[in-house]
């Protein structure tokens, strides 16, 4: 069965910095891209970064510079470092495994995992 567990997740202050964790499994790990998304209550999921299985990034434009995707292929394993954290930045954050190329598009993601939630207070 494929799986994708989110942690890491947490309370924080404004300006400070958290860094979460998905560890896939169920599936070929190295064949897929994987996103981070977000979602705040009342609001759509958005997708702020995802890494091909060649390291290639990508970044919505209200996190670059700020937020870092890494993977370990060893660990079935991708990072989101997130820094200098916004209040309105609150929300649950998920990983998803997709196609290189999706991006942000969050009906392009074949698995979902069940999201980690994300306080950031002013």
């Known amino acids: 069965e494929e799986q994708l567990v989110e942690s890491g997740g947490g309370l924080v202050q404004a300006g400070g910095s958290l860094r979460l964790s998905c560890v896939a499994s169920g599936f070929t790990f190295d064949d897929y891209a994987i996103g981070w998304f977000r979602q705040a209550p009342g609001k759509e999921r958005e997708g702020i970064s995802s890494?091909?299985?060649?390291?290639?990034?990508w970044y919505a434009a209200s996190v670059k510079g700020r937020f870092t995707i890494s993977r370990d292929y060893a660990k079935n394993t991708v990072y989101l470092q997130m820094n200098s954290l916004k209040p309105e930045e609150t929300a649950v954050y998920y990983c998803?495994?997709?196609?290189?190329?999706?991006?942000?598009?969050?009906?392009?993601?074949?698995?979902w995992g069940q999201g980690t939630q994300v306080t950031v207070s002013s």
């Open positions: 890494i091909s299985s060649d390291d290639d990034t």
């Open positions: 998803a495994a997709g196609p290189w190329g999706a991006y942000g598009r969050v009906g392009e993601y074949d698995y």
